[in-house]
């Protein structure tokens, strides 16, 4: 264990306790910004609920920072856990890492750098896993069908669609992916999945996933559909659905951002805290926002 540098873990959800644990294992680590009765037993010995200045060489932000009201977002506390807090604890120079960027930080954290974990490559590929996972999970759930043979539609084959593809070819469904371009079309095959092109979508698909952060689906071709095809969204911010195609399917478009957090939030956390320690070990170079 290194004590030469002190981390606080500054709000979040349950990925930041198990953040928390696994960055104890190495470095000097507190947590702040939940309430004791939200902390497991094995972690409560490292709750600072009222860090001292300077007393932090880092703090790890959640994945979104802020919340509506600009203070640090803290599911688990009852208070609130300003900015201003955070800032204080940790020395001049310190480094706080993020998760998404937020212009905000930089004129609430002025005298510190500011990295994100996301930006780690070996991060987002985990992570993608863990977001297929729960959304294979999610369907299981919703569906009253097998997934073995059932034709599945995946919009996007970036880190999170060909972790799905992988996934589902387990499961013996019938996968399509709806691509782009002529090298995705190369990807699927290297898959061995069939492919369509986005501006042709529709189709007998039972199950459709969107991991395609630009908009695709619209009123007109999700009429091209069939009428009980469940649609799981697994984009980024706006994602792939038009206002209008959104509202046009209601309760057969389901909303999964953050998948992570909530179906496996042990190993999400513990993904976040290899990527500060990896960080940490390299000088925090290279990966400033």
């Known amino acids: 264990m290194r004590n030469d ?3 606080l873990i500054a709000g979040g959800d349950m990925r ?3 953040c928390a644990a696994r960055l104890a294992q190495r470095y000097g680590t ?4 939940f309430d004791s009765s939200a902390l497991p037993s094995a972690v409560r010995a490292l709750a600072d609920p009222l860090p001292a200045a300077d007393s932090y060489d880092c703090a790890v932000l959640p994945v979104l920072a802020l919340d509506e009201n600009g203070d640090i977002s803290a599911s688990f506390y009852s208070g609130s856990l300003s900015a201003e807090t955070v800032a204080s604890a940790v020395r001049d120079g310190g480094i706080i890492f993020t998760g998404r960027g937020d212009s905000r930080l930089a004129e609430l954290f002025p005298q510190h750098r500011l990295i994100s974990y996301l930006g780690r490559e070996e991060l987002q590929l985990r992570n993608a896993v863990l977001t297929a996972e729960g959304a294979v999970q999610l369907a ?8 073995n043979g059932l034709p599945v539609l995946i919009v996007g084959l970036g880190r999170i669609g060909t972790a799905l593809a992988l996934i589902l070819r387990g499961f013996g469904a019938d996968i399509t992916a709806a691509v782009r371009s002529s090298q995705a079309e190369a990807k699927a095959r290297m898959l061995g999945v069939k492919s369509v092109r986005t501006d042709a979508l529709g189709g007998d698909y039972t199950l459709v996933f969107n991991t395609a952060p630009a908009e695709v689906f619209t009123p007109d071709n999700i009429g091209r559909f069939r009428d009980d095809t469940l649609f799981i969204e697994l984009a980024s911010d706006a994602g792939g659905f038009s ?5 046009a399917l209601g309760a057969r478009l389901i909303r999964a951002n953050g998948l992570p957090g909530k179906t496996a939030p042990v190993t999400a956390g ?5 990527a500060v320690a990896a960080i940490i070990e390299e000088g925090g170079g290279g990966y400033e926002n």
């Open 5 to 7: 540098i002190n981390i």
């Open 16 to 18: 930041q306790v198990y």
């Open 30 to 33: 507190a947590i702040t910004g």
């Open 140 to 147: 299981l759930e919703r569906l009253d069908v097998a997934l």
């Open 243 to 247: 206002t209008e195609a959104a509202e």
């Open 270 to 274: 513990e993904i976040i805290a290899d």
